[in-house]
C-alpha cells in the first residue's frame, strides 16, 4: 500500500517509494539521504504530533508533517525486523 | 615540500569537526565572518615537524549543494581559496551519510584525506571498519580519530601533509562517478562544450560545472548565465535530459544523482569495509531510551520548561554575582576620577560619558558568559535540537522556527533577562527569514532594564494588583512578539518556511574546552564592540543630553540663589537642603535646555496624543542607552537629581500626585517602553547578526508601532479610566 510518512503509526517500518516534493525541499531531502528505496522507521512524534521524528540510515531525522507529505513510502511489515 | 600548507576541516554538523578543529589549534584561533553573512570563519595555525600549518574550519554542511549558506561557503572556501588539501571529518558510527559529503568533495578533485572520527564509540557498538580497504576504494588516505581525547589528530595532519598528491604539485582529480547511461551521456556532451568554450572552467572542474547543471544548482547556473549563450545550450541538455529520465525513471537528475552518490556509498560499505557486529544498537538505545523520556508527550514539554527556567535562572543568579563586582569597580572608578579630574565639563564627560556607558555595557559581559556556557553545553550534548523539534509546531503557526524559542526566553520571556545575549542567541537558526523575525521582535520581552521602569509606574499607580500587572506584561510582549513576527514573516520578510528537516543528533556529553572556547569567542567578540560602537554612542547620548548647557545669564540666576542660601541665617542642614534643591533644579533646566530636552519639547505635541510630556519623553531618549535610564533621567527631569533605578520610592509618590499623570498615561508608557526601539547595545548586536539595514529598520519600526500602541492604549483607557 502506499501513502506518505505522515500516515505511518509510531515504530513503523517502511520503505520510500518516491519523494513527490519540488525546488529546496527536495533537494534538501535528497542530501539528508531520503532517496527512493531507503528503509526509514518512524522513531518518534513532537508532542503536538508535529514533526516526526525518522531513523535512517543510521540518523535521526525530523520532518514537519507538511514535509513528510511528500515522502511517499511502502509500509513494510512489522516481522521484517 | 614547502614549508607552509592549508587544510581546510569538512564535515556534516556533530561530526566533531569543532572538536577536532579545538585540538588540533588550540586557542590559537581566530573567529571571523565570512564578507556579508552571518556564518562564521574560523582559521587556526599549528606546527607539524617543519612545517607551517594554517587550519580552516569550514562550517558544517551534509552536502556541497547550494542549499544553506554554510554549504555554499564550504564550497567557496575550497574553490576560490584552493587549500592544499581538505581533511573530512566523518563519525564513524554513521559512516553511509557522512561519506555522502566525502564522495562530493572528491568529485571536486581536491586531494582529501578521510578521518575515521569516534572510532571509540563504533568500537563500543561493535562496529568494524577496514580502512586499509575504504582507502584503497576511494584512493584517499583514512584515519582514525578521536577528538574528544585528541587521539590520532597528528596522524591526521601527518596523513595531510605526505598525500601523494600534495607531494606531487596538489593537482586536483576529480572523481568520476557513472550516474546511469543517461546522465552519463549528457555529462559527456556537456563536458565537451564546456572545455570547448573554457566555460568557467577557470574555476570549476568542467565535469562538476556539467553535474551542477544537472543538479539545477541556483549558483552555477546564475554564474553560467552571466557568461552567455552556451548556458543556454546547456541547459537545454539538462532540460531534455530531465524529461527523458522523467519518461523512463520516473525520476529527476538531482534524484539520479543522488541516489547514484549513495549507491556507489553502499557498494563500497558491502565489500566488507563496515561489518557490524551484534552489538551495535547500543549508542542508538541509548540515546533513543533518554527521548522516550525527554521528548514524550506529556514529560517532554514539563521537563523542557523546567530546564528553560532552571538555566534562565542560573544566568542571572550566576551572573548576578560578577556583575555586581564589575558595577562595583566602575562605581569606584568613576568616584576616583570625579576626585581627579577637576569639575567641569572634561569631568562630565570622563565619568558620566565614558566609564558610566562603557561600565554599563561591560555589566552584561558576565550574563552573556554564563548565558553561553549553558546555551554550548545544551547545543553540544544535542538536547537544543530536541526543544526545536517539541516547539516547532506551535511557533511554525507565526512564521517562526523552533529554534525561535530560546532567543525569547533569554531576551526576558520569562521576565527580567536581556536582549544582547537573546539577540546573539539567534545565532542557533539556521534558516535566515526566520531568524530575522525572531531578531526584530525579541526585544520586545520584559528586559531587566525595563523592570524598574515598569515597578515605578505600577508602585505609583497600580500598587494593589502589582503581581498581575506584571503577569499582563510578560504575555503582552509574548502576543506581540508573536503577532509582530507573523505580521513580518507575511509581508517584509515573506517567504515559504525554511524546511525543518533537521537531525537529532545523538545525545553526547560536551568537552569542556569546546564548550569554554565557544564561549570566550562570544565574549570577546562583545567585548571588542563596547570598545569601539559602543563607546561611541554613550558619548553621542552624553553630548545630547548635556549640550548646548544653560546660558550666562539663567547659570548666574542659580548662582545668586545660591549665595541667597549661603547668606540667609539657616542652620546647616537646612542650607544644606536648600543648595541640593537648587542643584536639581539647575540639572532640570539645563537638561530641559539641552538637545535631548529641546527634542523632547519638540515632539511634545505629538507626544501628548500618548499622555507624554517633555520630561517623559527626554527619558525614552536617555532609554535608548539602557531602559533602566528611564528611571534616573525622569529623576532628573523631575529636579529630584539622580534617582537610583532600586530606590524609586520619593518619584514615584511625585509622579502620583503630578495632575498630568494618570492611570492611563502609566499605561501607555508600559507599552511604549515594552515596544519601542531596542537599547543601542542590542541595536549593536543586531546589526552584527543581521545587516545595519535591518538593525535601524527594528530601530524605527518598533518606535512607531510602539507609539501606536501606546496613543491607542492612552486613548481607550483615558476615556474608560479616570
Given at each position: 500500500m502506499k501513502h506518505s510518512i505522515r500516515n505511518l503509526a509510531v515504530n513503523q517500518k517502511a520503505r520510500i517509494s518516491a519523494i513527490t516534493a519540488t525546488g529546496e525541499t527536495s533537494r534538501r531531502l535528497r542530501d539528508m539521504g531520503?532517496?527512493?528505496?531507503t528503509e526509514i522507521k518512524v522513531v518518534g512524534r513532537a508532542p503536538l504530533r508535529d514533526p516526526v521524528a525518522l531513523r535512517l540510515r543510521d540518523f535521526t531525522l525530523t520532518l514537519r508533517n507538511n514535509e513528510a507529505d511528500c515522502v511517499m513510502v511502502e509500509a513494510m511489515e512489522e516481522s521484517h525486523e | 615540500m614547502s614549508n607552509t600548507a592549508t587544510i581546510a576541516l569538512a564535515g556534516n554538523p556533530n561530526s566533531g569537526k569543532t572538536t577536532l578543529f579545538n585540538a588540533l589549534t588550540g586557542a590559537r584561533q581566530r573567529v571571523g565572518n565570512y564578507p556579508g553573512i552571518t556564518v562564521e570563519r574560523k582559521e587556526g595555525h599549528l606546527n607539524q615537524n617543519e612545517t607551517r600549518v594554517k587550519v580552516i574550519d569550514l562550517p558544517g554542511c551534509y552536502?556541497?549543494?547550494?542549499?544553506s549558506q554554510e554549504e555554499l561557503v564550504a564550497r567557496q572556501v575550497v574553490i576560490d581559496e584552493r587549500p592544499d588539501i581538505v581533511i573530512d571529518i566523518l563519525d564513524a558510527t554513521r559512516l553511509e551519510r557522512h561519506l555522502y559529503l566525502a564522495v562530493q568533495f572528491l568529485e571536486i578533485g581536491i586531494p582529501v584525506v578521510l578521518a575515521l572520527n569516534m572510532m571509540d564509540e563504533a568500537n563500543k557498538q561493535g562496529l568494524r571498519i577496514d580502512v586499509s580497504k575504504l582507502s584503497s576504494l576511494l584512493k584517499c588516505p583514512v584515519v582514525k580519530t578521536v577528538a574528544r581525547s585528541g587521539q590520532g589528530k597528528q596522524a591526521a595532519i601527518q596523513a595531510a601533509l605526505d598525500h601523494p598528491r600534495i607531494k606531487s604539485g596538489g593537482k586536483w582529480e576529480p572523481l568520476e562517478i557513472s550516474y546511469g547511461a543517461d546522465l552519463d551521456l549528457a555529462l559527456v556532451t556537456m563536458v565537451e562544450k564546456i572545455e570547448g568554450a573554457a566555460f568557467l572552467t577557470d574555476r570549476y572542474p568542467a565535469r562538476w560545472i556539467a553535474l551542477k547543471y544537472l543538479e539545477r544548482d541556483e549558483e552555477i547556473l546564475a554564474a553560467g548565465r552571466k557568461l552567455g549563450s552556451l548556458a543556454q545550450e546547456l541547459e537545454q541538455i539538462v532540460e531534455k535530459t530531465a524529461e527523458h529520465c522523467q519518461k523512463t525513471?520516473?525520476?529527476?537528475p538531482e534524484g539520479l544523482i543522488a541516489d547514484y552518490r549513495y549507491g556507489l556509498i553502499n557498494s563500497i560499505l558491502r565489500q566488507d569495509v563496515l561489518i557490524h557486529q551484534p552489538s551495535r544498537h547500543e549508542r542508538i538505545d541509548q540515546s533513543t531510551r533518554i527521548d522516550s523520556v525527554l521528548t514524550n508527550r506529556m514529560l517532554g514539554p514539563i521537563i523542557m520548561l523546567a530546564i528553560l527556567y532552571a538555566m534562565f535562572h542560573i544566568t542571572f543568579t550566576l551572573g548576578e554575582i560578577p556583575m555586581g563586582w564589575l558595577e562595583g569597580f566602575f562605581g569606584w572608578l568613576g568616584g576616583a576620577t570625579t576626585a581627579i579630574i577637576p569639575d567641569g565639563l572634561l569631568q562630565s564627560l570622563v565619568v558620566s560619558g565614558i566609564i558610566d556607558g562603557v561600565g554599563g555595557v561591560m555589566g552584561f559581559v558576565p550574563l552573556i558568559a554564563v548565558m553561553f556556557l549553558l546555551i554550548s553545553f545544551l547545543e553540544d550534548s544535542g538536547y537544543m535540537a530536541r526543544v526545536a523539534y517539541m516547539l516547532d509546531r506551535v511557533l511554525r503557526i507565526f512564521g517562526l522556527h523552533g529554534c525561535s524559542a530560546m532567543p525569547f526566553i533569554i531576551s526576558?520571556?520569562?521576565?527580567?533577562?536581556?536582549a544582547v545575549p537573546g539577540v546573539m542567541a539567534t545565532r542557533t537558526l539556521r534558516s535566515p527569514k526566520e531568524k530575522l523575525a525572531t531578531l526584530i521582535t525579541a526585544p520586545f520581552m520584559p528586559c531587566g532594564a525595563k523592570l524598574p521602569v515598569f515597578l515605578l509606574l505600577i508602585a505609583a499607580f497600580f500598587s494593589e494588583n502589582e503581581a498581575q500587572i506584571m503577569f499582563l506584561i510578560t504575555l503582552f510582549a509574548w502576543m506581540m512578539a508573536l503577532l509582530v513576527s507573523w505580521f513580518l514573516r507575511s509581508t517584509l520578510i515573506k517567504g515559504e518556511p525554511t524546511p525543518f528537516v533537521m537531525e537529532l543528533p545523538p545525545y553526547r556529553m560536551p568537552t569542556l574546552q569546546g564548550v569554554l572556547i565557544h564561549t570566550w569567542e562570544r565574549v570577546w567578540q562583545y567585548i571588542k564592540k563596547a570598545g569601539t560602537v559602543i563607546l561611541a554612542v554613550s558619548i553621542l547620548l552624553w553630548a545630547a543630553m548635556t549640550?548646548?548647557?544653560?546660558p550666562k545669564e539663567a547659570a548666574d540666576g542659580f548662582a545668586i540663589e545660591r549665595e541667597a542660601a549661603m547668606t540667609a541665617v539657616l542652620n546647616e542642614e537646612e542650607r544644606e537642603q536648600q543648595m541640593i534643591e537648587i542643584d536639581n533644579r539647575e540639572a532640570q533646566a539645563a537638561l530641559q535646555h539641552s538637545l535631548a530636552g529641546r527634542v523632547g519639547s519638540f515632539f511634545e505635541p505629538i507626544s501628548q496624543w500618548a499622555g507624554f510630556d517633555w520630561r517623559t519623553n527626554i527619558a525614552l531618549v536617555g532609554g535608548f542607552a539602557a531602559k533602566e535610564v528611564v528611571v534616573s533621567t525622569l529623576g532628573t527631569a523631575y529636579s529630584l537629581g539622580e534617582v537610583d533605578p532600586e530606590e524609586t520610592g520619593s518619584l514615584s509618590s511625585q509622579i502620583a500626585a503630578d495632575p498630568n499623570w494618570s492611570r492611563a498615561t502609566a499605561l501607555s508608557l508600559i507599552v511604549f517602553v515594552l515596544i519601542y526601539a531596542p537599547c543601542f547595545v542590542t541595536v549593536v548586536a543586531m546589526a552584527k547578526e543581521s545587516s545595519w539595514r535591518w538593525a535601524i529598520f527594528s530601530t524605527i519600526f518598533n518606535t512607531a508601532l510602539g507609539f501606536a500602541l501606546a496613543v491607542l492604549v492612552f486613548q481607550l483607557s483615558s476615556r474608560l479610566l479616570i
Amino acid at each position: 500500500m502506499k501513502h506518505s510518512i505522515r500516515n505511518l503509526a509510531v515504530n513503523q517500518k517502511a520503505r520510500i517509494s518516491a519523494i513527490t516534493a519540488t525546488g529546496e525541499t527536495s533537494r534538501r531531502l535528497r542530501d539528508m539521504g531520503l532517496i527512493p528505496g531507503t528503509e526509514i522507521k518512524v522513531v518518534g512524534r513532537a508532542p503536538l504530533r508535529d514533526p516526526v521524528a525518522l531513523r535512517l540510515r543510521d540518523f535521526t531525522l525530523t520532518l514537519r508533517n507538511n514535509e513528510a507529505d511528500c515522502v511517499m513510502v511502502e509500509a513494510m511489515e512489522e516481522s521484517h525486523e | 615540500m614547502s614549508n607552509t600548507a592549508t587544510i581546510a576541516l569538512a564535515g556534516n554538523p556533530n561530526s566533531g569537526k569543532t572538536t577536532l578543529f579545538n585540538a588540533l589549534t588550540g586557542a590559537r584561533q581566530r573567529v571571523g565572518n565570512y564578507p556579508g553573512i552571518t556564518v562564521e570563519r574560523k582559521e587556526g595555525h599549528l606546527n607539524q615537524n617543519e612545517t607551517r600549518v594554517k587550519v580552516i574550519d569550514l562550517p558544517g554542511c551534509y552536502s556541497l549543494s547550494s542549499y544553506s549558506q554554510e554549504e555554499l561557503v564550504a564550497r567557496q572556501v575550497v574553490i576560490d581559496e584552493r587549500p592544499d588539501i581538505v581533511i573530512d571529518i566523518l563519525d564513524a558510527t554513521r559512516l553511509e551519510r557522512h561519506l555522502y559529503l566525502a564522495v562530493q568533495f572528491l568529485e571536486i578533485g581536491i586531494p582529501v584525506v578521510l578521518a575515521l572520527n569516534m572510532m571509540d564509540e563504533a568500537n563500543k557498538q561493535g562496529l568494524r571498519i577496514d580502512v586499509s580497504k575504504l582507502s584503497s576504494l576511494l584512493k584517499c588516505p583514512v584515519v582514525k580519530t578521536v577528538a574528544r581525547s585528541g587521539q590520532g589528530k597528528q596522524a591526521a595532519i601527518q596523513a595531510a601533509l605526505d598525500h601523494p598528491r600534495i607531494k606531487s604539485g596538489g593537482k586536483w582529480e576529480p572523481l568520476e562517478i557513472s550516474y546511469g547511461a543517461d546522465l552519463d551521456l549528457a555529462l559527456v556532451t556537456m563536458v565537451e562544450k564546456i572545455e570547448g568554450a573554457a566555460f568557467l572552467t577557470d574555476r570549476y572542474p568542467a565535469r562538476w560545472i556539467a553535474l551542477k547543471y544537472l543538479e539545477r544548482d541556483e549558483e552555477i547556473l546564475a554564474a553560467g548565465r552571466k557568461l552567455g549563450s552556451l548556458a543556454q545550450e546547456l541547459e537545454q541538455i539538462v532540460e531534455k535530459t530531465a524529461e527523458h529520465c522523467q519518461k523512463t525513471l520516473n525520476m529527476t537528475p538531482e534524484g539520479l544523482i543522488a541516489d547514484y552518490r549513495y549507491g556507489l556509498i553502499n557498494s563500497i560499505l558491502r565489500q566488507d569495509v563496515l561489518i557490524h557486529q551484534p552489538s551495535r544498537h547500543e549508542r542508538i538505545d541509548q540515546s533513543t531510551r533518554i527521548d522516550s523520556v525527554l521528548t514524550n508527550r506529556m514529560l517532554g514539554p514539563i521537563i523542557m520548561l523546567a530546564i528553560l527556567y532552571a538555566m534562565f535562572h542560573i544566568t542571572f543568579t550566576l551572573g548576578e554575582i560578577p556583575m555586581g563586582w564589575l558595577e562595583g569597580f566602575f562605581g569606584w572608578l568613576g568616584g576616583a576620577t570625579t576626585a581627579i579630574i577637576p569639575d567641569g565639563l572634561l569631568q562630565s564627560l570622563v565619568v558620566s560619558g565614558i566609564i558610566d556607558g562603557v561600565g554599563g555595557v561591560m555589566g552584561f559581559v558576565p550574563l552573556i558568559a554564563v548565558m553561553f556556557l549553558l546555551i554550548s553545553f545544551l547545543e553540544d550534548s544535542g538536547y537544543m535540537a530536541r526543544v526545536a523539534y517539541m516547539l516547532d509546531r506551535v511557533l511554525r503557526i507565526f512564521g517562526l522556527h523552533g529554534c525561535s524559542a530560546m532567543p525569547f526566553i533569554i531576551s526576558g520571556g520569562i521576565m527580567g533577562g536581556c536582549a544582547v545575549p537573546g539577540v546573539m542567541a539567534t545565532r542557533t537558526l539556521r534558516s535566515p527569514k526566520e531568524k530575522l523575525a525572531t531578531l526584530i521582535t525579541a526585544p520586545f520581552m520584559p528586559c531587566g532594564a525595563k523592570l524598574p521602569v515598569f515597578l515605578l509606574l505600577i508602585a505609583a499607580f497600580f500598587s494593589e494588583n502589582e503581581a498581575q500587572i506584571m503577569f499582563l506584561i510578560t504575555l503582552f510582549a509574548w502576543m506581540m512578539a508573536l503577532l509582530v513576527s507573523w505580521f513580518l514573516r507575511s509581508t517584509l520578510i515573506k517567504g515559504e518556511p525554511t524546511p525543518f528537516v533537521m537531525e537529532l543528533p545523538p545525545y553526547r556529553m560536551p568537552t569542556l574546552q569546546g564548550v569554554l572556547i565557544h564561549t570566550w569567542e562570544r565574549v570577546w567578540q562583545y567585548i571588542k564592540k563596547a570598545g569601539t560602537v559602543i563607546l561611541a554612542v554613550s558619548i553621542l547620548l552624553w553630548a545630547a543630553m548635556t549640550f548646548p548647557g544653560l546660558p550666562k545669564e539663567a547659570a548666574d540666576g542659580f548662582a545668586i540663589e545660591r549665595e541667597a542660601a549661603m547668606t540667609a541665617v539657616l542652620n546647616e542642614e537646612e542650607r544644606e537642603q536648600q543648595m541640593i534643591e537648587i542643584d536639581n533644579r539647575e540639572a532640570q533646566a539645563a537638561l530641559q535646555h539641552s538637545l535631548a530636552g529641546r527634542v523632547g519639547s519638540f515632539f511634545e505635541p505629538i507626544s501628548q496624543w500618548a499622555g507624554f510630556d517633555w520630561r517623559t519623553n527626554i527619558a525614552l531618549v536617555g532609554g535608548f542607552a539602557a531602559k533602566e535610564v528611564v528611571v534616573s533621567t525622569l529623576g532628573t527631569a523631575y529636579s529630584l537629581g539622580e534617582v537610583d533605578p532600586e530606590e524609586t520610592g520619593s518619584l514615584s509618590s511625585q509622579i502620583a500626585a503630578d495632575p498630568n499623570w494618570s492611570r492611563a498615561t502609566a499605561l501607555s508608557l508600559i507599552v511604549f517602553v515594552l515596544i519601542y526601539a531596542p537599547c543601542f547595545v542590542t541595536v549593536v548586536a543586531m546589526a552584527k547578526e543581521s545587516s545595519w539595514r535591518w538593525a535601524i529598520f527594528s530601530t524605527i519600526f518598533n518606535t512607531a508601532l510602539g507609539f501606536a500602541l501606546a496613543v491607542l492604549v492612552f486613548q481607550l483607557s483615558s476615556r474608560l479610566l479616570i
